[in-house]
């Protein structure tokens, strides 16, 4: 019986084993790549030989902990590494999560910390001249400089019709953490077309791949687009009014009177004092012990308000003051009137978009390759734990297990050092920033996010102008939620032709995600109250 017993649990635990063994199996097969970086990246990833890209790369730990990372190592330099993958991924089939850590350890004023998803090297591109121009199929990650302050989702799609790889750019995506700790980036590409962008697990934005919304410009192109050979007629008016040419001008319009008079009826007030000068020396004032004439010229008190002046209505020589001339009317025009040859606002007649596609999924092309490439200010930046699956929960599950322990810790560092050095008003500050930073991600601001984020950068530098940012900031929402409730187009004059308006077609949309920009503020001092002699001697 005990012998039959053992038998028995001897096969469940056998049968355990193998369950934990093709669990394991199946987990492993959802993750297509992943890089930790505990091992030395030297013989894996391959640096770009090209010239331009001289920041040196180093396998350092994470600040405060014991687990190692890719370090950007010095400021102001341009890098570029590449890993290629064992076995190229396909992002057409089921789910794909792009996913990886990054930690600003010295923050981020100006730089980009993003990633490239790259094409084959049939595409035109070999490892050791890797640079800009190299094919990708996605850039994703955070990019932060001057106005610009987001994370980036750029995915690069080839029109079946024209051959030609077009960037489409995620529209509104959310901005970068402004703090110093670890924060892990997530995009979730969905078979239905959905994009998931996800900071530290927390669902950021979510978007459509096929939708005109999301994407500028759009996947699918405009059926339409305006016909490149049409030119307006030469004859074509589109001066909505016009000065009526029978007006004349009246005979007694004068165009030379002045704007301003004197005021024949004030008289001078009693009391006034002419005798008395506006300014008078300085009577306390003494000539410096190491004024010397023959250098310095002959020394001068310097003038002050003449305090008789303040006692009577005035003094000095008087004058009647000025008072508008009644008689004046400017420059005479000729009244506008409606205009009888207006034509309207003219355009090219829309023509067939020679270009234009219809899709049901986007065409991704494969990933073969994962590269760095960026340009930044910044030193301290440490990417980890890269990783491409086929399974949403093996994302969460890294996220999990080697990203928040990591967070936590920091998170708990981070607040100890501001109980210690932060007084109230800097945590206050701190508390506001935070919340303003959570504010431009609201998707309403729209076009104005850019000008938020603006405004947070300079107060930032500046914590004076904290309150003067909320203003701003509350007044920009204020204008937006205005325009959406009243309508913020205005009619446009009816057009000429009957047909209907074009969206833009699809072109190749450039951006330079690198571009460092460079704000400087200019003070003018004002030259009006300069000093009217000399006081005492320039050294």
């Known amino acids: 019986m005990e012998e039959r017993s053992r038998r028995i649990w001897t096969q469940y635990a056998l049968l355990l ?18 890089e930790s970086f505990d091992e030395a990246f030297d013989g894996r990833w391959i640096v770009s030989e090209k010239e331009e890209y001289n920041g040196v790369w180093k396998h350092a730990k ?78 994703f990650g955070p990019d932060k400089c001057g106005a610009t302050n987001k994370v980036h989702f750029i995915l690069k799609h080839k029109n079946p019709k024209s051959g030609e790889y077009i960037e489409h750019h995620l529209k509104f995506p959310p901005s970068v953490p402004s703090d110093k700790l670890t924060h892990v980036y997530t995009a979730v ?3 239905n077309n959905e994009l998931l962008i996800l900071i530290d697990g927390e669902e950021k934005k979510k978007a459509n791949f096929l939708s005109e919304d999301d994407f500028e410009p759009s996947l699918i192109p405009a059926q339409t687009i305006p016909d490149p050979e049409d030119k307006k007629p030469e004859d074509w008016d589109e001066r909505e009014k016009i000065p009526d040419p029978d007006a004349k001008k009246p005979d007694d319009w004068d165009e030379d009177a002045p704007m301003e008079i004197e005021d024949e009826e004030a008289e001078k007030p009693e009391g006034w004092l002419d005798d008395e000068p506006e300014e008078i020396d300085d009577p306390e004032a003494t000539k410096p ?19 008789k002046c303040a006692e009577g209505p005035g003094c000095g020589e008087w004058r009647r003051p000025m008072k508008s001339n009644p008689a004046y009317k400017g420059k005479w025009h000729a009244p506008l009137i409606d205009n009888p040859n207006y034509k309207g606002i003219w355009k090219p007649r829309d023509i067939p978009n020679p270009n234009y596609f219809e899709l049901d999924r986007p ?10 490439e960026i340009w930044t200010m910044q030193d301290g930046i440490l990417f980890d734990n890269i990783l491409i699956a086929s399974d949403e929960k093996v994302a969460e599950s890294y996220r999990k297990t080697a990203w928040k322990p990591k967070f936590d810790a920091e998170k708990e560092k981070q607040k100890a050092e501001e109980a210690t050095t932060s007084g109230g008003l800097k945590g206050f500050q701190k508390v506001v920033f935070d ?7 609201i998707p309403l601001l729209g076009e104005h996010k850019s000008k938020v984020l603006d405004l947070l950068e300079k107060a930032e530098t500046q914590p004076n102008l904290t309150v003067g940012v909320v203003i701003s900031i509350i007044v920009i929402i204020f204008t937006v939620l205005l325009k959406l409730i009243f309508g913020g187009k205005k009619q446009q004059p009816a057009r000429a032709t009957e047909e209907p308006k074009r969206s833009d077609g699809a072109e190749a949309s450039t951006s330079n995600s690198q571009g460092a920009t460079e ?20 050294n």
């Open 435 to 441: 919340l303003l930073y959570k504010v431009a991600d």
């Open 62 to 139: 994470s600040e405060g902990h014991d687990d190692h990372g890719l370090l950007v190592s010095e400021k102001a330099r341009k890098y570029a590494i590449v890993k290629e993958l064992d076995d190229v991924v396909d992002l057409k089939e089921g789910t794909v999560v792009l996913q990886y850590e990054v930690r600003l350890q010295d923050g981020l004023e100006c730089g980009g910390a993003y990633l490239k998803y790259l094409r084959p090297q049939e595409a035109g591109w070999i490892p050791k001249e890797f640079n800009n121009e190299s094919p990708y199929t996605i850039m």
């Open 17 to 34: 084993l193998a369950g934990c063994f093709v669990a394991q199996l199946y987990a492993s097969s959802d993750v297509k790549f992943y």
């Open 189 to 191: 590409l969905r078979p």
């Open 363 to 372: 065409n991704f092309e494969p990933v073969a390759a994962i590269g760095i």
């Open 519 to 538: 704000e400087k503020e200019e003070q003018n001092e004002d030259a009006t109250a300069a000093p009217r002699r000399r006081t005492r001697r320039d």
């Open 289 to 307: 012990e190491d004024w010397v004439d023959e250098e310095d010229g002959e020394w001068e008190a310097p003038k002050i308000d003449n305090p």
